[in-house]
């Protein structure tokens, strides 16, 4: 992450409400890892709504279950698609292609149908 992808988090903000958030399992842990850099800047850290894949590579579900609980918003949902026949990337887009998305009554999470 470049200091000037920082800089437009700052001006931008973190995803919006409107905004879903849709990772891969090993994207999860990518965005783990980024969210160790927003923090030590003072920015917002980012939960996923949805974590989708056959989770070989996650290790990332306790750290968001965490970190949704200390900001109030929901824990991600896990997808779980164990065939092999895409990778997890693709497995994603799928879900996301298959899936109308709409915020809870709550307003701290989405829903798809």
Known sequence: ???????????EGSPTKDQVIVCADGGANSLKNLNALLKRRNLAEIVPDFVVGD??????SHYFKELSNTQGSKAPVYVSRPSQDM??????????RSRR???????????AQ
Not at 1 to 11: A, P
Not at 55 to 60: A, E, L, Q, T
Not at 87 to 96: A, G, H, V
């Open 1 to 11: 992450m470049t200091d000037s992808t920082l800089q437009n988090l700052r001006e």
């Open 101 to 111: 998305f709409t915020r809870n009554e709550e307003g701290n999470g989405v829903d």
């Open 87 to 96: 990778n997890d990337f693709e497995k994603s887009l799928e879900f996301i």
């Open 55 to 60: 989770f070989d590579s996650d290790r990332s």
